[in-house]
């Protein structure tokens, strides 16, 4: 299996720019995780979707940041408009339905740089 | 207070020597507990993962854990320059909502 993918692996844009992260989960996972991580506050769980419903968002830090999943292979996690402090590495996680559900398997991760 | 805690580090062991890392969590509801381990520049991988209370253990890691106390640990024997990186501990507080600890840095000495 390809494992979670994500794209870009690295991003540079100026302040007020949109920005799309895009992530494709791994084939028949049903749930899906957005993380943000910096030095200073870690890892940080943003959103996360169940069979393409969102069920948890309350770690989105604000309006400005907004996530989709149209589909079981596809999610997109946009920032609009984009701020320095949102400079950070994005991951996708996905993990799949049943006792192993506690199993989560990461992107690689998108490093978003916000000038 | 912080939901889940770890010492920074880093943490510096000999190369054949036990490495010990600590983790503790405020939600005494938390139901199941995490041990990722994160290379520099790469994403988190899931190392060990604890539900009961006790050790459990698989090759050269062993996790314990201690409800009671709300408080969960790591261990590494035979520790090798390999296994330098930064671990991160995981709580899943209710549903699938995961808290991670700051993660303690781990360099093993050759």
């Known amino acids: 299996d390809a494992g979670v993918i994500q794209s870009p692996r690295h991003e540079v844009t100026e302040m007020g720019q949109e920005v799309t992260l895009r992530c494709k989960p791994i084939?028949?996972?049903?749930?899906l995780f957005w993380y943000r991580q910096t030095m200073m506050r870690g890892l940080e769980l943003l959103i996360y979707?169940?069979?393409?419903?969102?069920?948890?968002d309350s770690g989105m830090p604000e309006d400005r940041f907004s996530a989709k999943m149209p589909n079981a292979s596809f999610s997109t996690l946009k920032i609009q408009p984009s701020e320095p402090r949102d400079s950070a590495v994005y991951f996708c996680?996905?993990?799949?339905?049943?006792?192993?559900?506690?199993?989560?398997?990461f992107g690689p991760g998108t490093r978003l740089t916000v000038l | 207070q912080k939901e889940v805690e770890q010492n920074s580090g880093p943490l510096s062991v000999p190369e054949g020597a036990i490495a010990s890392l600590n983790c503790t969590y405020s939600?005494?509801?938390?139901?199941?507990f995490f041990w990722y381990r994160q290379y520099s520049g790469k994403s988190p991988e899931l190392i060990m993962f604890?539900?009961?209370?006790g050790d459990k253990e698989d090759g050269r890691f062993t996790a314990q854990l201690n409800k009671a106390s709300q408080y969960v640990s790591l261990l590494i024997r035979d520790s090798q320059p390999s296994d330098s990186a930064t671990y991160l501990c995981a709580v899943n507080l209710y549903g699938q909502n995961f808290v991670f600890g700051p993660g303690t840095r781990l360099s093993v000495l050759p």
């Open positions: 996680a996905s993990s799949p339905a049943g006792p192993a559900s506690d199993t989560q398997y």
């Open positions: 939600d005494r509801g938390s139901q199941s």
């Open positions: 604890i539900y009961s209370n």
């Open positions: 979707f169940n069979n393409n419903v969102p069920i948890d």
């Open positions: 084939s028949g996972h049903n749930s």
